[in-house]
């Protein structure tokens, strides 16, 4: 049985915020749930996530989470102390038993490390290491001898020589269940912070003839730690670099990796461009071909190949065909479903509306609660009149209608196949197709008429 315990009871003081740590955010995802995706990775038979500062909040944003276990641990008296508390969830069957610790704001570690932690413990203890130029504040890993791992030294209990040791414990290991139990019952808080320290189970372990193994991370964002905006601002800038590095490898043209933002899953086909600024925000799928230009936003939306998507545009919640054209500032809402060969253009608007291929609106114009076939030009300044405050209603226009400029269509209302509207319509009846309807005052000229000339003072 693997069990993942994650600490996550501290309080955060540095981050100077009213909200708990681990629900602060790196790409958009609270810590915690950065840690969970790691847990799960490893399909882990129990995840128990030990809360204490900000309880409450912490179980109520996972409260859907049904495979997650709270331990409470109020108030907090170290590592050791935290993972006491989540003892009694822990699953065992007696087949190779193990219990990994994570920590809720060390959010990057990477499930190939946690696998690698786990194959190199063996039938004993392992803790993830690794080697700092600047060891200063972290438990120091003493070995014997012979190389062999023998305890950790916390920096405030180390003298002189052990301050000098540049390998550090990260805080994650991977325990025997029972053995780990055992040691637990036994820690003190005999020490310089009168904490009861998770590492004093590894002289616990070595004194019972255990082998102590160690393992490293592969990057060196995965173990660090967030303690204030500025790590946790520093952190996401490494991440997003990584999640730049990925896109590049496989075949994504960035203009700028380091002018790339990802808050979500970003899917790419291939020869993808993406110049700077860009952000995308939950599930996004570009696919082959697809161009996006500066300064974009992108949020759960799928593009179709060859779409070009121009300046500070915005999309969201909406699906867009083959061959578009969108923007430069064409603006997508939820439910815009646009089909192959569409030219969205500049101040366009649409929401929960069907643009049918090859379509074309390409200047300034709201598009609201609309179905609009195939072929159809909306001309500048058409909007779709779909709300008298209190209900919302369809504009229909089918295949082949022409919308002239400065159109009003005050839903419900359905223009015919092939139908041309006069530009300046105010359309509150179904028009005919094949037809030209146009509601406009007739134009005058008066003749001989003069213009006012300024009165004398
Ligand atoms: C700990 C390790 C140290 C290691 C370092 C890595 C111990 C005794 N020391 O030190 O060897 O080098 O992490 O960063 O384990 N937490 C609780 N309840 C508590 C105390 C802590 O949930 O009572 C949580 C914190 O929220 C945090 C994590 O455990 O997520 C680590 O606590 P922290 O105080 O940062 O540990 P360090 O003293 O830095
Ligand atoms: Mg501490």
Same mark, same amino acid.
């Given at each position: 049985?693997?069990?993942?315990?994650?600490?996550?009871?501290?309080?955060?003081?540095?981050?100077?915020?009213?909200?708990?740590?681990?629900?602060?955010?790196?790409?958009?995802?609270?810590?915690?749930?950065?840690?969970?995706?790691?847990?799960?990775?490893?399909?882990?038979?129990?995840?128990?996530?030990?809360?204490?500062?900000?309880?409450?909040?912490?179980?109520?944003?996972?409260?859907?989470?049904?495979?997650?276990?709270?331990?409470?641990?109020?108030?907090?008296?170290?590592?050791?102390?935290?993972?006491?508390?989540?003892?009694?969830?822990?699953?065992?069957?007696?087949?190779?038993?193990?219990?990994?610790?994570?920590?809720?704001?060390?959010?990057?570690?990477?499930?190939?490390?946690?696998?690698?932690?786990?194959?190199?413990?063996?039938?004993?203890?392992?803790?993830?290491?690794?080697?700092?130029?600047?060891?200063?504040?972290?438990?120091?890993?003493?070995?014997?001898?012979?190389?062999?791992?023998?305890?950790?030294?916390?920096?405030?209990?180390?003298?002189?020589?052990?301050?000098?040791?540049?390998?550090?414990?990260?805080?994650?290991?991977?325990?025997?269940?029972?053995?780990?139990?055992?040691?637990?019952?036994?820690?003190?808080?005999?020490?310089?912070?009168?904490?009861?320290?998770?590492?004093?189970?590894?002289?616990?372990?070595?004194?019972?003839?255990?082998?102590?193994?160690?393992?490293?991370?592969?990057?060196?964002?995965?173990?660090?730690?967030?303690?204030?905006?500025?790590?946790?601002?520093?952190?996401?800038?490494?991440?997003?670099?990584?999640?730049?590095?990925?896109?590049?490898?496989?075949?994504?043209?960035?203009?700028?990796?380091?002018?790339?933002?990802?808050?979500?899953?970003?899917?790419?086909?291939?020869?993808?461009?993406?110049?700077?600024?860009?952000?995308?925000?939950?599930?996004?799928?570009?696919?082959?071909?697809?161009?996006?230009?500066?300064?974009?936003?992108?949020?759960?939306?799928?593009?179709?190949?060859?779409?070009?998507?121009?300046?500070?545009?915005?999309?969201?919640?909406?699906? +867009? $065909?083959?061959? %578009?054209? =969108? /923007?430069?500032?064409?603006? *997508?809402?939820?439910? &815009?479903?646009?089909?192959?060969? !569409?030219?969205?253009?500049?101040?366009?608007?649409?929401?929960?509306?069907?643009?049918?291929?090859?379509?074309?609106?390409?200047?300034?114009?709201?598009?609201?609660?609309?179905?609009?076939?195939?072929?159809?030009?909306?001309?500048?300044?058409?909007?779709?009149?779909?709300?008298?405050?209190?209900?919302?209603?369809?504009?229909?226009?089918?295949?082949?209608?022409?919308?002239?400029?400065?159109?009003?269509?005050?839903?419900?209302?359905? +223009? $015919?196949?092939? %139908?041309? =509207? /006069?530009?300046?319509?105010? *359309?509150?009846?179904? &028009?005919?197709?094949?037809?030209? !309807?146009?509601?406009?005052?007739?134009?005058?000229?008066?003749?001989?008429?003069?213009?006012?000339?300024?009165?004398?003072?």
């Amino acid at each position: 049985m693997l069990n993942i315990v994650i600490l996550a009871a501290g309080l955060g003081k540095r981050m100077q915020s009213n909200l708990p740590k681990v629900l602060h955010t790196i790409a958009g995802r609270s810590m915690l749930s950065h840690v969970l995706d790691g847990a799960r990775d490893l399909d882990a038979d129990s995840i128990v996530v030990v809360v204490g500062h900000g309880a409450e909040e912490v179980q109520s944003a996972y409260a859907a989470d049904t495979d997650l276990q709270f331990a409470l641990q109020r108030p907090q008296l170290g590592t050791g102390h935290a993972v006491q508390q989540a003892v009694g969830l822990l699953k065992e069957d007696g087949e190779d038993d193990v219990t990994i610790v994570l920590y809720g704001d060390v959010p990057l570690v990477q499930v190939t490390t946690l696998q690698a932690l786990l194959a190199a413990r063996g039938e004993g203890l392992a803790v993830l290491t690794e080697i700092l130029q600047d060891p200063a504040g972290y438990g120091r890993i003493v070995r014997n001898d012979k190389g062999e791992v023998c305890a950790i030294v916390e920096h405030k209990d180390a003298n002189e020589t052990q301050r000098s040791i540049t390998e550090v414990n990260t805080g994650i290991i991977a325990a025997p269940t029972a053995p780990l139990k055992r040691w637990l019952s036994q820690l003190t808080n005999n020490n310089a912070q009168g904490e009861y320290y998770l590492t004093d189970v590894i002289g616990m372990a070595v004194a019972d003839g255990l082998p102590v193994a160690v393992a490293h991370p592969q990057a060196a964002f995965e173990t660090l730690g967030v303690n204030s905006r500025m790590q946790q601002a520093q952190l996401e800038r490494m991440w997003q670099s990584e999640l730049a590095r990925r896109q590049l490898e496989s075949g994504v043209t960035l203009a700028d990796p380091a002018r790339f933002d990802v808050r979500g899953q970003l899917v790419c086909g291939r020869d993808v461009f993406i110049d700077v600024g860009c952000v995308f925000v939950g599930n996004v799928e570009l696919a082959d071909g697809v161009h996006v230009g500066p300064h974009c936003v992108l949020r759960n939306v799928v593009i179709g190949p060859g779409t070009q998507i121009e300046a500070y545009s915005h999309l969201d919640q909406a699906q +867009v $065909g083959a061959h %578009a054209h =969108i /923007g430069p500032y064409a603006r *997508l809402r939820p439910g &815009a479903q646009l089909a192959d060969h !569409t030219h969205v253009g500049n101040f366009v608007e649409i929401k929960n509306t069907q643009l049918g291929e090859g379509s074309k609106a390409n200047h300034l114009a709201y598009l609201g609660d609309a179905d609009i076939g195939a072929r159809v030009n909306i001309g500048a300044g058409t909007i779709t009149c779909n709300y008298d405050g209190v209900n919302k209603f369809r504009t229909v226009i089918e295949d082949d209608a022409f919308i002239g400029s400065d159109t009003q269509l005050v839903a419900p209302v359905r +223009v $015919g196949r092939g %139908a041309t =509207i /006069g530009a300046g319509t105010t *359309l509150t009846r179904d &028009a005919p197709a094949e037809q030209l !309807t146009v509601s406009r005052a007739r134009q005058t000229a008066i003749a001989g008429w003069v213009r006012p000339v300024k009165k004398p003072r």
